[in-house]
């Protein structure tokens, strides 16, 4: 999982510790011994709602003051919500800085802006591609055809990669507007 520039961040006593302009927290935060302290953090980019701290030799998992609203939100989902909110101030005549309360309250509010529905997508196909490079799907695939008897077993492979190549290809047409 990626980390912050600087790879820690300080734990703000009652607030918790602060990555990417969000503050993550859990009671592991409240000991003394680490309040005030810089701890390693690490953040997962297709879930804005969870982080993770490195907290007397073990990570921890903490969660977002706004967990109900940045979860299952990819890290360039809000980058692009950033981004647009920033735009629409600027042409209100507004200045042009974006708290996160503003912020959240825009992802409540963007539901159906084309271009968040557009990045969901292609997140998620990355999310995909990363499970089955790291072994996700192809290792189910492959505990299953074991179990067949010898003769469906390339009947039963061919009918798989057609499906999956069928798959990403529905799913290229719809990112990416092939028809």
Do not use: C
């Amino acid at each position: 999982m990626p980390t912050t520039k600087k790879g820690s961040a300080k734990v703000q006593p009652g607030r918790g510790v602060k990555i990417n302009h969000f503050y993550y927290w859990s009671n592991s935060l409240y000991d003394p011994d680490v309040e005030g302290k810089q701890v390693e953090v690490r953040y997962d980019p297709f879930n804005m709602g969870v982080a993770y701290a490195y907290v007397k030799k073990r990570w921890i998992q903490l969660r977002s003051e706004y967990q109900t609203d940045l979860s299952n939100r990819t890290e360039k989902e809000i980058q692009i919500s950033f981004e647009e909110l920033r735009q629409r101030k600027k042409v209100q005549g507004q200045k042009a800085s974006v708290s996160v309360k503003q912020l959240v309250d825009f992802l409540r509010s963007a539901q159906d802006v084309e271009r968040l529905q557009m990045q969901r997508l292609r997140d998620k196909e990355v999310k995909v591609a990363l499970t089955v490079l790291e072994g996700g799907k192809s290792n189910k695939m492959e505990k299953q055809v074991k179990s067949l008897p010898k003769g469906n077993k390339e009947k039963l492979q061919s009918e798989a990669t057609s499906k999956e190549e069928n798959k990403f290809n529905r799913n290229r047409r719809i990112v990416y507007g092939e028809f």
